[in-house]
C-alpha cells in the first residue's frame, strides 16, 4: 500500500514565551496557522519491519534524528507493528527556518502510517502521541489554525485568518532552537497580546491581525543575526501590512492583502535571500 500526505509549514502570528517550567521546557502561547509551502511525504509498507527514509535533499538525515523516522518509530513501538514503512520526503520548506518543517514531517507520518498500518486511531491520540516528538508536531498533526500552550501539545482550534498573500523569507543562516531559548529572559523580553489576536481572528479582522503580530523570542533572535530585522525593514518599505519573525527564526514572513505588493515584496528581497516565497494561507484544517 502506498501514500501521498502533505506536509505543510506554519507561522506563527503570535507567539510567547511565559517561563521555564520545572521539566526544563518552557510555558508557551502560540497562535499558529498553516501555509500553502508544504513537503510531500510519500509512504508505503515493507515487509521486511524496517524503517527506511529516504530523500534527495542532503539536509535530511535517515536515521532517528529526523523526526518522521522517529514517528514511524513511535507509532511502531506504541501499537506493536511488525511491518516497516519506507519514507520518500520530497523537502520544499527550509531546513531550521523556524516553520515547522521537520514537525509538520512528523506528523504527516504519523497520519500516514496510522492509514497505511490500519491502526485506525483518532487525530487527537496522533497529536498525543506527537507531542512526544517535538513541540510543534500535536498542532502539525490537526493543521489550520490553533493556540497552542503548555510546551506546544495543548491546542485549541481558531478560527482561519481572513486570505491574504504570506511572502516568507529565509536568510542564508540556520537558528538552533535550544540557543535562542538559552538567551530569553522572560522579564526583558516584548511578549504580544495574545488574546488581542486570538480575538482579531474571531473578528476576521485582518488590520487587527496585523497589528497585534508579535514574537517574543524575535529580540534574541534579532541580536545574534542582524539580518532577520534587515528584512523585516526591507518588507516594511516594500509595503507589506505587517512584518514578523516566524518561531525562533530566522524565517521573516510578511501579512499582504494586495497581489502586486506580495510581488513587489518578493522582487525586493530576491537580492538579498535565496529562499523568497509567495504563497496563501491555508487556515482552517479542512484544507490542510
Given amino acids: 500500500m502506498e501514500i501521498l500526505e502533505k506536509a505543510p509549514a506554519k507561522i506563527n502570528l503570535s507567539l510567547d514565551v511565559l517561563y521555564k517550567r520545572e521539566d526544563g521546557f518552557h510555558e508557551v502561547e502560540m497562535v499558529m496557522t498553516t501555509v500553502d509551502l508544504a513537503d510531500r511525504i510519500e509512504l508505503s509498507t515493507l515487509s521486511s519491519g524496517i524503517i527506511r527514509v529516504e530523500s534527495e535533499s542532503r539536509f535530511v538525515p535517515n536515521d532517528e534524528r529526523n523526526l ?51 491502526i485506525g486511531a483518532s487525530l487527537d491520540e496522533l497529536a498525543e502521541l506527537g507531542a512526544k516528538i517535538g513541540s510543534d508536531v500535536s498542532f502539525c498533526v490537526y493543521g489550520g489554525t490553533a493556540l497552542a500552550r ?40 516584548s511578549h504580544p497580546d495574545t488574546v488581542g489576536m486570538i480575538n482579531a481572528l474571531r473578528r476576521e479582522d485582518f488590520d487587527a491581525i496585523c497589528g497585534h503580530v508579535g514574537n517574543a523570542l524575535e529580540g534574541v533572535t534579532m541580536k545574534l543575526h542582524p539580518e532577520v530585522n534587515q528584512i523585516k525593514e526591507q518588507m516594511r518599505q516594500a509595503g507589506a501590512d505587517a512584518v514578523l519573525m516566524s518561531g525562533s527564526g530566522p524565517t521573516v514572513f510578511a501579512l499582504v492583502g494586495q497581489d502586486a505588493r506580495a510581488q513587489r515584496i518578493y522582487n525586493s528581497l530576491k537580492g538579498f535571500c535565496t529562499e523568497v516565497y509567495v504563497v496563501r494561507m491555508l487556515g482552517n484544517r479542512e484544507m490542510t
Fill in 68 to 118: 518522521a523516522y522517529r514517528a514511524a518509530k513511535l507509532m511502531k513501538d506504541h501499537y506493536q507493528i511488525k511491518e516497516g514503512v519506507r519514507i520518500f520526503i520530497e523537502k520544499n520548506i527550509p531546513v531550521a527556518a523556524g516553520l515547522a518543517g521537520g514537525s509538520s514531517d512528523a506528523a504527516a507520518v504519523l497520519r500516514g502510517v496510522n492509514e497505511i498500518w490500519g
Fill in 150 to 189: 503548555g510546551r506546544g501539545e495543548q491546542i485549541l482550534e481558531l478560527p482561519s485568518p481572513p486570505p491574504c498573500w504570506v511572502v516568507l523569507a529565509k536568510p542564508t543562516i540556520g537558528v538552533s532552537t535550544q540557543t535562542i531559548y538559552q538567551g530569553f529572559n522572560p522579564k526583558t523580553a
